[in-house]
T-cell receptor, first 112, second 114 residues
Framework: AQSVTQLGSHVSVSEGALVLLRCNYSSSVPPYLFWYVQYPNQGLQLLLKYTTGATLVKGINGFEAEFKKSETSFHLTKPSAHMSDAAEYFCAVSDSNYQLIWGAGTKLIIKP | NAGVTQTPKFRILKIGQSMTLQCAQDMNHNYMYWYRQDPGMGLKLIYYSVGAGITDKGEVPNGYNVSRSTTEDFPLRLELAAPSQTSVYFC?????????????FGDGTRLSIL
């Protein structure tokens, strides 16, 4: 069965520093992988997705993620954090029935 | 574009009461989903639908019911509210063309059972 593990329920970085949010997955089929962002009191919004092809995927707001099959990872990065990036981030993998299996989420805290 | 619209945004229920959470989408998506979100737990799938008249259970269906009479609407019914159903509920939809299509979310309904 598919599963998603997000390392760290909270990640704190200084404004301007590198953001790295970790996601590891298990999947018995070639995975479709997603990162979503949730701002306070809002729904989830797609940041980026990996389906096939290029393993480095660029998303909105300067975020990108790299699919590494050998490491079963799909970590999310941003070179320079902004205060507006403070939110909760969710990684998800699509299973063989195209349902999404979700990680528990990581809250990103930006220190001024 | 309205996208996915959920009503109400907030609700407080007493134990044993019933209510329906409404969800409507205007993107002509066949696939629709209901999730609950509890702190630190990610999203859990309650029910889903692949088209009008077709629904199926997700991971945590107990205590809930759904119907799908139209493509646009996918209401979620709580029959006998229990404190364990205090949560944030999200409705989502996606087009049917394969697992690489993202889900689109509403803003959620925050439900407290007291």
């Amino acid at each position: 069965a598919q599963s998603v593990t997000q390392l760290g329920s909270h990640v704190s970085v200084s404004e301007g520093a590198l953001v790295l949010l970790r996601c590891n997955y298990s999947s018995s089929v070639p995975p479709y992988l997603f990162w979503y962002v949730q701002y306070p009191n809002q729904g989830l919004q797609l940041l980026l997705k990996y389906t096939t092809g290029a393993t480095l995927v660029k998303g909105i707001n300067g975020f990108e993620a790299e699919f590494k099959k050998s490491e079963t990872s799909f970590h999310l990065t941003k070179p320079s954090a902004h205060m507006s990036d403070a939110a909760e981030y969710f990684c998800a993998v699509s299973d063989s029935n195209y349902q999404l299996i979700w990680g528990a989420g990581t809250k990103l805290i930006i220190k001024p | 574009n309205a996208g996915v619209t959920q009503t109400p945004k907030f609700r407080i229920l007493k134990i044993g009461q019933s209510m329906t959470l409404q969800c409507a989408q205007d993107m002509n998506h066949n696939y629709m989903y209901w999730y609950r979100q509890d702190p630190g737990m990610g999203l859990k799938l309650i029910y889903y639908s692949v088209g009008a008249g077709i629904t199926d259970k997700g991971e945590v269906p107990n205590g809930y019911n759904v119907s799908r009479s139209t493509t646009e609407d996918f209401p979620l019914r709580l029959e006998l509210a229990a404190p364990s159903q205090t949560s944030v509920y999200f409705c989502a939809s996606r087009s049917e063309q394969g697992g690489n299509q993202p889900q689109h979310f509403g803003d959620g309904t925050r439900l407290s059972i007291l």
